[in-house]
């Protein structure tokens, strides 16, 4: 299982949000390079880079960090956030980006998504965001009305190979994730699963890793010394 240290971005900061909530922010880095170079030197493998500011307003705000954090590491990094067109994702693309991550457009446009699928594969992933079981879009901020497992199997039909779901009630809580519905995808897709959302200790990582997640994705736990990312590389 993968470890990705999540580094949000929001107005060219790295900050966590609660749940979210634009409005529920706290400011960990003023650069976000820096904390790339700090979890590349405690063994992360990838980096999960998300512009918030791109996820609300359905355009790509912080390119220009991005290339900064590119820049500062030599590690893979995926990136979400506002990826609503081919040309945001041939730029990122070309600056080295390793993976995209698409939500709203995923959604909204599948004919869009399946030509991306059939020219990238695996350098394309879905993030399905949850609340209660059903899919948010827009940064988390409109409700879809269609199943969280339901956009899954409808993923895996279409040839997406690696998935992040995310319960944005647990997301930034620091209360354990959601064990029951990342089990219940895991169980009826064959995607990878990327586990997001309130991992707050070890011993959440390694049920995730017993359920068979292919990853998992960590915030707040990390910035708040919840978990050390040195001594869960140790123990993998």
Same mark, same amino acid.
Request: proline letters at 2%.
């Given at each position: 299982?993968?470890?990705?240290?999540?580094?949000?971005?929001?107005?060219?900061?790295?900050? =966590?949000?609660?749940?979210?909530?634009?409005?529920?922010?706290?400011?960990?880095? %003023?650069?976000?390079?820096?904390?790339?170079?700090?979890?590349?030197?405690?063994?992360?493998?990838?980096?999960?880079?998300?512009?918030?500011?791109?996820?609300? %307003?359905?355009?790509?705000?912080?390119?220009?960090?991005?290339?900064?954090?590119?820049?500062?590491?030599?590690?893979?990094?995926?990136?979400?956030?506002?990826?609503?067109?081919?040309?945001?994702?041939?730029?990122?693309?070309?600056?080295?980006?390793?993976?995209?991550?698409?939500?709203?457009?995923?959604?909204?446009?599948?004919?869009?998504?399946?030509?991306?699928?059939?020219?990238?594969? =695996?350098?394309?992933?879905?993030?399905?965001?949850?609340?209660?079981?059903?899919?948010?879009?827009?940064?988390?901020?409109?409700?879809?009305?269609?199943?969280?497992?339901?956009?899954?199997?409808?993923?895996?039909?279409?040839?997406?190979?690696?998935?992040?779901?995310?319960?944005?009630? =647990?997301?930034?809580?620091?209360?354990?994730?959601?064990?029951?519905?990342? %089990?219940?995808?895991?169980?009826?897709? =064959?995607?990878?699963?990327?586990?997001?959302?309130?991992?707050?200790?070890?011993?959440?990582? %390694?049920?995730?890793?017993?359920?068979?997640?292919?990853?998992?994705?960590?915030?707040?736990?990390?910035?708040?010394?919840?978990?050390?990312?040195?001594?869960?590389?140790?123990?993998?």
């Amino acid at each position: 299982m993968i470890i990705y240290p999540a580094i949000d971005i929001k107005e060219g900061k790295c900050v =966590r949000l609660t749940q979210g909530k634009f409005t529920e922010e706290k400011i960990y880095f %003023q650069q976000p390079k820096d904390v790339a170079k700090m979890w590349q030197e405690k063994g992360a493998e990838v980096l999960h880079i998300v512009d918030l500011d791109g996820a609300l %307003q359905g355009i790509s705000k912080n390119l220009s960090v991005i290339k900064e954090i590119l820049e500062a590491v030599d590690i893979p990094i995926q990136v979400g956030g506002g990826i609503r067109n081919k040309q945001t994702l041939e730029v990122l693309f070309d600056i080295g980006v390793e993976k995209i991550i698409l939500g709203t457009k995923a959604i909204e446009d599948k004919g869009f998504l399946k030509e991306l699928v059939e020219k990238y594969d =695996r350098k394309i992933i879905v993030s399905i965001d949850a609340k209660e079981g059903y899919v948010a879009t827009d940064g988390w901020t409109k409700a879809s009305g269609v199943r969280a497992i339901d956009l899954a199997a409808e993923m895996e039909e279409m040839g997406v190979k690696t998935i992040i779901y995310t319960d944005i009630a =647990r997301d930034g809580m620091l209360k354990g994730p959601n064990f029951e519905s990342i %089990q219940d995808l895991q169980e009826r897709t =064959r995607v990878d699963i990327i586990a997001s959302g309130g991992v707050t200790s070890m011993e959440d990582l %390694q049920k995730l890793s017993t359920i068979g997640v292919a990853g998992a994705i960590v915030g707040k736990a990390l910035y708040e010394g919840k978990i050390d990312l040195e001594k869960v590389k140790e123990g993998c």
